[in-house]
């Protein structure tokens, strides 16, 4: 038994070592879970705050290309208002199925292999985890965890963001999903080689999912190869949103997400 | 036992740590460096200040940067290898100084400065990139990028280093 002291004694240190490194082991593989109310991630209040105060001056400098990113916005929604316009008649109940809330980016990477933003609305403002995050040139990802007044939002530049998708010009499924080489482009995946795919045509959501509502644009197909025994093309998009220079965000509320999910919960038996 | 200078050691906390919370991730040079110089903080912990005790400060010290970049863990596992091995290799790189001393310009010069730092901040850094990617996948560019981060580090760190080092220690 003193033996065994002795030796627990003599590599103290080397023992705490093991200790440290095997609770961030621990803490490491437990974030890797999808969704979690980790505190240990900049959706955490004091985090937050910091955050936004760093971010409020740099701002504050960057206040004229907010403006125009702003300005071209509203020429675009306006342009989308006449359209609708003309178009008087619609199914109303499914568009009313999403509700908008709006939040700014406080904090985002884009070169790292898994990159998360944050965001300066929270729990307060409505927002909760899973929902969808699109920015004004396409989608961006999916929220992770909030605070009362802070949100992570896992980025569509993540390995475990997956994107249902159509080609809008053949209505073909897919699914797109980040392959880490840059924060332009993004993989293509599963469209099948009996189905047409050019270099051009447009990415948008398929709203199969209750994340994302339809027709929301994901990019253009950049790259297509078809290898001889692969019963799925090769195919690279490149992504329509900046993700070097998020600015503001829209975050979408499916009014009927429990509905759907409990939906599919049960035909899933 | 060493004397530990606590307000040098505190300024530092400031200069290396605080600063770089908000440049986290931004301050990246042709989209491959990334400079986390916080790293100077630890790297100037002195000589022969009880193990433990470092590693404990190295742990919190990246759990707090881990915060930021929502990466709970990966920091803080680099950090306290680096300070588990550092008095190790400054025997190894600079000679035994058989006595604790504070590490700076005035102690070991710069030239033994790049020697103590750079293979550490490396070392870091390489361990960083990896646990982000999640194996050894891509490991040529993954050590590219090691490399050209930690000059990087290495010249923001030694920078700030001797903008803080004391008047008298400036030669």
Redesign the interface.
Known sequence: MQNLIDFLYRFRTFGLFIVLEVICAWLIVGYNQYYNASFLNSSNALAGKITQLSTNTSRFIDLKKVNQALMEENSLLRAQLANTNLQKVKIDSFENRYEVLEAAVLNHTFLKPANYITLDAGESDGLMPGMGVISDHGIVGQIKSVSKNFATVTSLLHPKSLVSITVKQSNTLGTVQWGFNSYLEADLKYIPRHTKLNVGDTIVTSGYNAVFPPNILVGIVNQVSLDIQNPFYDAQIDLSTDFSSLGFVYIIDNTAKAEIDSLTEVSDF | MVRVNYIRQAIQFAVYVLIQ??LL?KS?LF?QA?AFFYLGFLLFIPYGVS??FS??IA?FT??LI?????????H??AC??IV?IKDYWFIASVGDPEDEINIGFDSIGLWGLVKYAFPLIFVHHFML?I????GFI?IGSLLVKSILSGLYSLVVIISIGYLIAPKTQRK
């Open positions: 919370i908000p991730y990246v989209n990334f193990r433990s590693m404990l742990f990246g759990l881990d915060v930021f970049s929502s990466t709970p863990g990966i803080a596992s306290v290898l588990f990139f646990i982000e990617n999640g891509l």
